[in-house]
């Protein structure tokens, strides 16, 4: 057989293993190599600093357990962050959270690549967790560790973000520690930043209250697919419909019919990325009952047609 055939024939088979295995990969620790960017085992605590260039084995769809705190010092391409797909460049500040898949695909770079594209800090949930029940001062950064479940991107951040990041990568122990909390207080106060993958829940003063509409959200993320009202949901909570409506809108900054809607078309885009359903399947499977209603919603909140996101959302692996 001709080598170009070969060659073709590899290829070929290559994506079309990509297009089988569409979903995140679980960033291993055999990849968490100083040859790669992270900071040697040894040498770090709570926090760990990575910074690479591109290309790099590390930039690919996937997720891991940590936190990330992620700046873009230079190239410009496409971020994907969950179901979310948007464009970035120098400045662009994302927090990820735990197991929140994430990859950045750089465009339009020339062969030799960059020496330093990210700079980014991983820390776990559990330590950060037992320190804010034993330190009451903590409990400033909670509504963003929150947030963060879903991405968060801030703006108007990035000098004073680098500037953070050198500071964290140039000290150890205690001053990095305090370095790091100063950041996130800053983070916590920023107010503008948007969410990238969900619509997410605000912080409640009362545990009573939270629970509530945790209640009710877990209700409506585990049957988005059926069909349900306003006033059910409203009965299961004992409510009457006019006061869930005013609570609903204060716990997730959403009516409660475009939280339906969101959490629909969020799953709508599960299913085409992750799977080789028809456009028209997945709407109904989700839980609308019209097509047209379906592809004008998807359009309204990801500013592009399903069959756009699912042709997007490939790039999401890199390129060959």
Not at 35 to 51: A, C, D, I, S, W
Request: net charge negative; with cysteine; glycine share 6%.
């Amino acid at each position: 057989m001709p080598e170009r055939v070969v060659q073709q024939d590899l290829e070929a088979k290559i994506v079309t293993n990509r297009l089988r295995n569409r979903s995140p990969e679980l960033e291993h620790y055999r990849l968490r190599e100083p040859t790669h960017g992270f900071e040697p085992k040894e040498t770090y605590g709570f926090l760990r600093y990575l910074q690479h260039g591109f290309p790099n084995p590390l930039v690919r769809w996937h997720y891991h357990e940590e936190y990330e705190l992620h700046l873009i010092v230079d190239t410009k391409g496409k971020v994907f962050v969950g179901d979310y797909i948007g464009q970035f460049e120098p400045g662009h500040l994302v927090l990820t959270g735990p197991r929140l898949p994430h990859n950045w695909i750089s465009v339009d770079v020339a062969d030799e690549g960059v020496a330093l594209r990210d700079m980014a800090l991983q820390f776990a949930h559990e330590p950060l967790e037992s320190a804010i029940q034993l330190i009451p001062e903590m409990r400033e950064i909670l509504p963003l560790l929150e947030r963060a479940r879903h991405g968060i991107e801030f703006f108007g951040m990035s000098e004073a973000a680098e500037d953070y990041f050198i500071q964290i990568r140039e000290t150890s122990g205690l001053e990095r520690f305090i370095c790091f909390l100063r950041f996130m207080r800053e983070l916590a106060l920023c107010q503008n930043y948007r969410l990238l993958s969900t619509s997410q829940l605000q912080s409640f003063d009362d545990d009573a209250s939270l629970a509530q509409v945790s209640t009710i959200v877990n209700y409506i993320t585990e049957h988005c697919e059926t069909q349900f009202s306003m006033t059910e949901l409203a009965d299961r909570v004992g409510m009457s419909e006019s006061k869930f409506s005013r609570f609903f809108k204060r716990a997730t900054g959403n009516s409660f019919t475009d939280f339906v809607n969101r959490l629909r078309i969020n799953k709508a885009c599960q299913l085409l990325m992750e799977t080789d359903r028809y456009i028209t399947n997945v709407c109904y499977d989700v839980g609308f009952n019209n097509v047209a209603n379906f592809n004008r919603r998807f359009l309204a909140l990801k500013g592009m047609t399903p069959k756009e996101f699912r042709r997007q959302a490939e790039d999401r692996f890199g390129r060959l």
